[in-house]
């Protein structure tokens, strides 16, 4: 975790934040100053951000919004104060509508971003957040600003790397965030816009989504329309051990080819989860991001104890083989 610190001052109205990151200050400083990158980050797992203004100049704004899984939407505008490249940046910090107007009764804050070199080409980066008032402080602490900035600053170390040399070859990977939140990663060789088919369209879904091998899809019904429903079934073939099963849920948010988010539970049973599906691509390869969340952390246990990982493994790479590979 880059994070190192994070301290609030409440004499002084201040919370700073200390990160490490393991690439140069111009690496780092170049991913505060792109919206493209910083849409990677901003913003912590499950509410991705999209800036869709960007000035970067003093006086400049840059207005965004966070979605939550189930479409909320949280609006923000910079307005840049000073701009020091690669070292140094400030900006106010305001909560916005849909418009770009300053919401009443929420803070503006003012936030220093400084990049320094730490080491052998890594950076320490100090953020320093100034509230206008006690009562500022511990709204914005309430809202959960802390927690939701260390798992924000989580996933900067994707973003610094390329994106090859930060997954390829590792396989399926299994991240815990905590006891009810797992991110699962996967880069597969191939565009954005044709894994977000392989996703959502039947007849390419089943090539590929079977887990290991001896199992066959005996029903897929897919949708990328909010509100309706999705179903898919397996069944074990020849002298393969298990007996059939399948999953289903409701699609919650569509935004192709980058985000899809939609319930899941297995058939005949209760108990669902929330499935936040994201993708990003770079020099031809795309990063699979998958934020599940579970209803507690029994379930959460309980279903990758079934070898969930291993299975999804296997099914990318007869994604890469069979529909990537004959693309």
Request: with cysteine; aromatic share 8%.
């Amino acid at each position: 975790m880059p994070v190192t610190d994070i301290t609030t001052d409440a004499d002084n109205l201040t919370m700073t934040v200390a990160a490490e990151f393991a690439a140069p200050v111009e690496r780092v400083w170049a991913a505060y100053n792109d919206p493209r990158q910083l849409e990677r980050f901003w913003g912590p797992p499950g509410w991705p951000a999209t800036f869709t203004e960007w000035d970067h100049t003093v006086g400049g704004r840059a207005i965004y919004h966070m979605t939550s899984p189930q479409g909320e939407k949280s609006s923000g505008a910079w307005e840049f104060l000073t701009i020091d490249a690669p070292h140094r940046f400030e900006v106010l910090d305001s909560f916005v509508d849909a418009d770009g107007n300053a919401l009443d009764g929420f803070p503006a804050m003012r936030m220093a971003f400084a990049f320094e070199a730490s080491g052998d080409n890594n950076t320490r980066m100090t953020t320093t957040t100034y509230f206008t008032s006690a009562e500022a402080l511990e709204q914005v602490t309430a809202m959960g600003m802390v927690e939701g900035t260390k798992m924000a600053m989580g996933q900067l170390d994707a973003v610094l790397q390329d994106l090859r040399d930060y997954a390829q070859g590792k396989g399926t990977r299994v991240e815990l965030l905590d006891d009810t939140h797992v991110r699962i990663t996967r880069l597969v060789d191939g565009p954005r816009e044709l894994v977000w088919r392989a996703h959502h369209e039947p007849d390419l879904i089943k090539q590929w989504m079977l887990g290991p091998d001896g199992w066959e899809m005996t029903e897929c019904v897919a949708t990328t329309t909010v509100g309706e429903s999705y179903r898919n079934s397996w069944a074990p073939v020849g002298d393969t051990e298990g007996e059939p099963f399948g999953f289903e849920g409701e699609v919650l948010l569509i935004e192709a080819p980058r985000r899809a988010v939609t319930t899941e539970r297995m058939q005949g049973m209760p108990t669902q989860t929330l499935n936040d599906l994201n993708l990003y691509e770079e020099d031809g390869a795309t990063l699979v991001t998958l934020l599940i969340e579970y209803p507690d952390l029994e379930t959460r246990d309980m279903i990758l104890a079934t070898g969930m990982a291993d299975g999804m493994e296997e099914s990318f790479k007869r994604l890469e083989r069979e529909v990537l590979g004959a693309s």
